[in-house]
């Protein structure tokens, strides 16, 4: 028996990634900063052109291998977590998530940056066994990194989407996924093949061409308007109702779409096209 032939509601699986979708900072550059280490978007940039890893997977690569990380510890991670500057209202998002009429929402983070990082981050909001980051083995004398046991990115963040979908037993097409750069291209084209909601969180990247639907703001709750047309079907007089009745106004919500297309003559390939008037 399946989660929504017990409630009642349709079961959603909401899947969010971490650096720049919730928050505004990269987890490898503030990192750096508090250690002091210098170039690290250079070596970003290095191995994404060398294809080595998987694009995301940088910082648990470098962490492994580069000579100058190897002083990181467990409890540097979890210091760099706090640091992160979080968008605003995650908690409160959740909270509405839950109001939302005949629909069950359950929430988790998937993302490359290192699980300590997430779980510190995110302390009193999301529940530490809802967030799947990159996990290490520590050497039990010295507290180094010696392994990597997983890494979600690429591939691997399609197959933790893939093992939430499966453990909840939903549909694909009950499946929403945010991210905002090109290490969630693999994840939203697998979400988009079965019909599931992709939302882009940044418009710069390969992503926002991907996904679904594209949300600029500075404030988690923005994902909320494409969940409620896209999901609930709602319309835009009641999402802003339901903004409304909880002291939220809704500013300058401009909704832009844009459609690419090539036009072709249905005839044989040398046939010109006609000129139309208007």
């Given at each position: 028996?399946?989660?929504?032939?017990?409630?009642?509601k349709r079961?959603?699986l909401?899947?969010?990634?971490f650096?720049?979708?919730l928050?505004?900072?990269?987890?490898?550059i503030?990192l750096c900063?508090?250690?002091s280490?210098r170039g690290?978007?250079?070596r970003?940039?290095?191995?994404?052109?060398i294809?080595?890893?998987?694009?995301?997977?940088?910082l648990?690569?470098?962490?492994?291998?580069d000579?100058e990380?190897r002083?990181?510890?467990?409890e540097?991670l979890?210091?760099?977590?706090?640091?992160i500057r979080?968008?605003?209202?995650?908690?409160?998002?959740?909270q509405?998530?839950d109001?939302?009429d005949?629909?069950h929402?359950?929430?988790?983070?998937?993302?490359?940056?290192?699980?300590?990082?997430i779980?510190?981050?995110?302390e009193g909001?999301?529940?530490?066994?809802?967030?799947?980051?990159?996990?290490?083995?520590?050497d039990?004398g010295?507290?180094?990194?010696?392994?990597?046991?997983?890494v979600?990115a690429?591939n691997?963040?399609v197959?933790v989407?893939?093992?939430?979908r499966?453990h909840?037993?939903?549909?694909?097409?009950?499946?929403?996924?945010?991210?905002?750069?090109?290490?969630d291209?693999?994840v939203?084209?697998?979400?988009n093949r079965?019909?599931?909601?992709?939302?882009?969180?940044?418009?710069?990247?390969?992503?926002a061409q991907i996904?679904?639907?594209t949300?600029?703001?500075?404030?988690?709750l923005g994902v909320?308007?494409?969940?409620?047309?896209d999901i609930?079907?709602?319309n835009?007089?009641?999402?802003?109702?339901?903004f409304?009745?909880?002291g939220?106004v809704?500013?300058?919500?401009?909704?832009v779409?844009?459609?690419w297309?090539?036009?072709r003559s249905?005839?044989?390939?040398?046939?010109?096209?006609l000129e139309g008037?208007?």
């Amino acid at each position: 028996m399946t989660g929504e032939q017990i409630t009642g509601k349709r079961e959603i699986l909401l899947v969010s990634d971490f650096d720049q979708t919730l928050s505004y900072n990269d987890s490898g550059i503030v990192l750096c900063e508090m250690l002091s280490i210098r170039g690290f978007l250079e070596r970003v940039a290095g191995l994404s052109k060398i294809h080595l890893i998987q694009q995301g997977g940088e910082l648990p690569y470098l962490l492994l291998h580069d000579p100058e990380f190897r002083c990181v510890r467990k409890e540097h991670l979890s210091a760099v977590g706090n640091r992160i500057r979080l968008k605003a209202n995650i908690g409160y998002l959740l909270q509405l998530l839950d109001q939302i009429d005949d629909y069950h929402f359950t929430f988790h983070v998937v993302s490359a940056a290192p699980e300590e990082v997430i779980q510190s981050a995110l302390e009193g909001i999301v529940p530490a066994e809802n967030i799947h980051g990159t996990q290490f083995r520590y050497d039990p004398g010295v507290g180094e990194i010696q392994s990597i046991i997983r890494v979600p990115a690429g591939n691997g963040k399609v197959a933790v989407v893939e093992d939430l979908r499966a453990h909840l037993g939903l549909s694909h097409d009950s499946v929403v996924y945010v991210g905002d750069g090109n290490s969630d291209v693999n994840v939203m084209l697998h979400v988009n093949r079965f019909d599931g909601l992709t939302i882009s969180v940044s418009e710069k990247t390969s992503a926002a061409q991907i996904a679904k639907r594209t949300v600029l703001s500075e404030d988690a709750l923005g994902v909320l308007v494409p969940i409620l047309q896209d999901i609930a079907g709602w319309n835009s007089m009641q999402i802003r109702s339901f903004f409304t009745s909880r002291g939220l106004v809704l500013q300058d919500w401009d909704r832009v779409r844009t459609d690419w297309l090539t036009i072709r003559s249905a005839g044989p390939p040398d046939t010109p096209l006609l000129e139309g008037r208007t």
